[in-house]
């Protein structure tokens, strides 16, 4: 058996690394047009980097065509068990949208409910939403809302609603509740606030605009420290992060976190983002020595939302001219973006086929359960001192066809790609390799367009599948229910400062 590698195993250019990252497999996104009161879902079917393709971006949910009217559709949230959720701040509802006859759009009878009426008298705890935005699930099924009011009723108040007797909305008595109520009774406007976040410490944290003194412009803390069930008392809600005045008017729009707990705060107004690290954890951001701007756009960048995918870039929904989704990717691990070698447009309404015509929101596809049994581990260590280790997400279900591979504990910016095989083995040093292969038999690669991937500064790769296009030496071929497949990830490493290889330890999953 031969296992010739398709990549160079020598020094890699900073431009390298930069095609490697834009290459990299994107994640699949749903898209709230407010223009078309449509959402859409977005793949890159290609591997090019991109979703410009003619079957890349399609519609998920027309309004036209499904049960519930949309009109302002700017809020949007997917979870774990693949329900979308969009908040529409005219019509003032949350949106369930579930597909659950797979046919690639939820227009079917009972696929598209509102989950909860925040129209006056439309729900039972007498809750109303007044333009809400930013939502935020608990894996408790919890969500929370950033609702502000508009010319007219209504409180700005960060909302909590849970479908507490689980039949499909959160409509009945002391299912909702205004959590944190701001400045009640103050002007119009006097609070704006847009989106919310749980932070890793187990607050929440919400993006303000106030328009007066109080509460300013940033991002604030809740911690319900009585336990009442309210954010009721002054210490339970804190400023977070005030920015430095920076040329312009700040608007905040997004507020987002990622795996390792920092805080990302979009600013429209001066066209950057905030990254917000507490690493004294004392629930207050020093400017000088916890915050850094993470990005600062090249140009004009009218960014409506962020989300953090699960390899660690960022996605904005721009909604401007041209109309774009734009993948942050600190490519060299220095804890900014440069605007020019780190921004890369995966979406442009001038280059798709499809037009999204005002992308206000973005959810991406995320892992959601783990599955399937490591053996062979661990694998001996490589040159970050870490044992490379395999993980799969999403489902074994052939039919679902959602499965996502994970390699993590791999060396920074190194190249690697993904290995399967039906026969488990273990093969020592193969081919001058520092470390061993777990597979035997008919080994398959994943080396198709966008599948060697980079690790990048997190150290890990990552890859949907497929299911119908598994890779065997003889070509490709479709995974059936009761199959078990096994699969590892090659990877370069240095030894010694020598260039060689390594491979992770290994994963067997058993198809439905």
């Known amino acids: 058996m031969e296992l010739q590698t398709r990549f160079t195993f020598g020094l890699l250019t900073l431009s390298t690394l930069q095609l490697a990252a834009q290459a990299q497999g994107l994640a699949a996104a749903y898209v709230c047009d407010t223009t078309g009161?449509?959402?859409?879902?977005?793949?890159d079917l290609d591997g090019n980097g991109d979703y410009n393709g003619v079957a890349e971006a399609n519609v998920f949910y027309d309004d036209t065509l499904g049960a519930v009217p949309l009109s302002n559709n700017s809020g949007i949230w997917r979870s774990d068990d693949g329900a979308v959720w969009v908040s529409d701040s005219t019509e003032d509802i949350i949106l369930r949208l579930v597909?659950?006859?797979?046919?690639?759009v939820a227009h079917s009878a009972g696929e598209a409910t509102i989950w909860f009426d925040g129209r006056t008298g439309g729900n039972?705890?007498?809750?109303?939403?007044?333009?809400?935005?930013?939502?935020?699930?608990?894996?408790n099924g919890v969500l929370w809302v950033a609702?502000?009011?508009v010319v007219s009723g209504g409180n700005d108040a960060i909302v909590r609603l849970e479908d507490l007797n689980n039949d499909g909305d959160a409509n009945d008595l002391g299912e909702a509740r205004e959590y944190f109520t701001i400045a009640p009774g103050g002007a119009t406007g006097a609070s704006i606030p847009t989106a919310i976040v749980r932070g890793a410490d187990g607050a929440l944290y919400y993006a303000e605009n106030g328009t007066g003194s109080s509460p300013l412009k940033g991002a604030y803390r809740l911690e319900d420290l009585d336990n009442s069930g309210y954010i009721d008392q002054p210490n339970e809600v804190t400023p977070f992060f005030i920015a430095p005045a920076q040329g312009g008017t700040a608007f905040h729009w997004e507020i987002t976190i990622d795996a390792q707990g920092a805080i990302y705060l979009g600013?429209?107004?001066n066209d950057v983002l905030w990254r917000l690290v507490d690493t004294n954890m004392d629930g207050v951001i020093d400017p000088v020595t916890e915050a850094s701007l993470y990005w600062v756009a090249g140009a004009a960048s009218n960014v409506w939302d962020i989300d953090v995918a699960p390899d660690g870039s960022l996605y904005l929904a721009e909604d401007q001219t041209p109309d774009r989704i734009v993948r942050l990717v600190d490519v060299n691990g220095d804890g900014s973006i440069d605007p020019v070698t780190e921004a890369f447009t995966v979406y442009d309404d001038t280059v798709s086929a499809n037009d999204i015509a005002s992308p206000r929101a973005i959810a991406l596809v995320k892992p959601s359960s783990t599955i399937g049994v490591a053996y062979c581990g661990p694998a001996v260590a490589n040159s970050s001192g870490s044992s490379a280790?395999?993980?799969?997400?999403?489902?074994a279900d052939v039919a679902s066809n959602n499965l996502v591979l994970?390699?993590?504990?791999?060396?920074?910016?190194a190249f690697g790609f993904f290995l399967t095989s039906t026969t488990q083995g273990l093969l020592l040093n193969p081919g001058g390799s520092?470390?061993?292969?777990?597979?035997a038999g008919s080994i398959g690669r994943f080396v198709g367009a966008g599948q060697i991937q980079n690790s990048g500064a997190a150290g890990l790769i990552s890859l949907a599948l497929d299911l119908t296009q598994q890779p065997t030496p003889t070509g490709l071929v479709a995974v059936l229910p009761g199959q078990t497949w096994n699969f590892t990830a090659w990877f370069r490493d240095t030894i010694g400062g020598n260039a060689t290889s390594n491979f992770a330890d290994a994963l067997e999953i058993q198809f439905q």
């Open 147 to 149: 609702s502000a009011n």
């Open 406 to 413: 994970t390699a993590e504990g791999l060396p920074q910016n």
């Open 267 to 269: 600013d429209t107004g």
């Open 434 to 439: 520092q470390g061993n292969l777990c597979l």
């Open 99 to 104: 597909d659950t006859d797979n046919d690639g």
């Open 37 to 43: 009161d449509s959402v859409w879902f977005c793949q």
């Open 124 to 139: 039972l705890s007498g809750v109303d939403l007044t333009s809400s935005r930013g939502m935020w699930r608990d894996p």
């Open 389 to 395: 280790a395999m993980s799969a997400s999403g489902s």
